[in-house]
């Protein structure tokens, strides 16, 4: 329950240490902070005080708490005990209050809550399982606390019910089904996230389309947060404040948006299939050049800014005569652009075949809908390309199986070929797809409110295919499609680049 990724409010993004003091046996009482209690037949062995930081700043207060670790002392005075023996049974949760800083809305109201483990009584056999209990001090204002249905009650309930979970996954070692965080670290993106959203969050009210509002802004909001950070650390010059895992500030008077100066891609980004037009808005607000493209204009566009306006086209991508022209004669796919494919169905597998042929800086795939590149995707019918294995870039070409190749990519829950859904299929497919085409393949999966939340990213050439290799391999699946000559290009609805 100590660690930050361990929070069970649900009014708290999570927790940052402030400090961590670890105590002996033999120290005195007066080194024990203030503030925590002394327990009759226990000794305090570990005191972290941590800071717990909300949601909703702009509602919520954070809040300091210390969490302290108690042992037995009929084991702390064990004389052949050892320090680093002792086993915890008890964690006490005690919030530090002022006058100035009351406690927030989502702590509970008490002065002290202890998670005890008891040891069964019984002592029947050397197997059988102890009790897990919550005991409080509530606040003197605090009445009828024992009701069931009370919030001091049903909160001690939950808290149990978490616990349990925790323990039991720590026995049975539970691993996560989906791994988070893996390109930009979750503090920098919740830290970031939460001053995007008060500065867009007002985009609800004034939602033109019929989709969920709620939805559709959180989430754009959630993808552009993570593409400012990713941009940040892929074309950052040297070492600079952000840069491997160091958090940046974002409370200095001089500078309270300290990301406009943050590097970017060089040739700006490109928006596939931008549909409402939102993240290229929220993108182009913070400071960012590029354009969204699509094969018509939504009900938003009007809405949003004229700068936005400019950067929004009604554009009929046809991938073979696109293909086919040189960067210089392309209006849209500069050198080193960054291409942004967010749910953008046909134009996905697309994506990472741009990329390498106008020799953009990078791409970030969030694929939905399951498309090759001139029909639907059929696992029965799109082979996985080639799998060269990292290191084998010269000499003799060594194979990866899909199996391997796909434990790699954060899928989540499936491990094994024979049994990956569809979808799963499909993100291998894709993921491959970006292999063969030169980039290193990296996933993450996004803290947006999405079901399709798995993100592709290729942002470095892949050592093991040579980058004459990748435009070779480029070439043929562009010939491959045009001899199928089943590929059509979608027309403008409307006129092209118009509103």
Known sequence: MVPADKLSCEFSERAETVSDISFKSSDPVSVYPDEIPNLDGLCPTRCIRRKLLPRRPGR??????YCTLYTSTSISHDSEAQDDDYAPDTLVLTP????GHPLPYYHPRVVHLAFRYLEDSTGSTSDSFGILRIEIIPLPDVEFFLDPNGRIYRTCLALLDTLHRYGWGAMTNYQKRVQHDVLVSRERYQDLYLIMRERHKGLVDTWKEVTDPLKHVFEDIGIATYLILLWKDTFAVGEIEGKHGAKEKYDDEDNPQPWRQWPRPPGGFLDLGCGNGLLTHILVSEGYSGHGID?????SWSSYP?????????????????????PEDSKFFRPNVFI??????????????????????????????????????????????????????????????????????????????SNLSGYSM????LASLSLHCGWEVECDNLRIPSTRNWALTGRKHAPE????????????????VKQRGTFKARKPEGRDDGH
């Open 465 to 480: 295919v040579p980058q004459n290799v990748a435009r070779e391999n480029v070439d043929k699946i562009i010939i491959d």
């Open 295 to 299: 094969v018509r204009a939504r009900t």
């Open 306 to 326: 004229e700068a936005t306006q400019k950067a929004l086209h009604v554009h009929a991508f046809d991938a073979l005569s696109e293909a086919g022209s040189h």
């Open 60 to 65: 919520d207060a954070s809040l300091e708490q």
């Open 426 to 429: 499909y993100r291998i497919w």
């Open 340 to 417: 942004i494919a967010n749910h953008a169905d046909e134009l996905t597998p697309w994506t990472p075949v741009l990329a390498t042929l106008y020799n953009a800086s990078g791409y970030l795939s969030i694929p939905c809908c399951a498309w090759t590149f001139d029909a639907r995707y059929s696992r029965s019918k799109a082979d996985v390309f080639p799998l060269p294995q990292p290191g084998s870039g010269s000499g003799e070409q060594v194979w990866q199986s899909v199996d391997g190749f796909a434990r790699t990519l954060a899928l989540g829950g499936e491990s094994t070929n």
């Open 96 to 99: 530090i209050t002022s006058e």
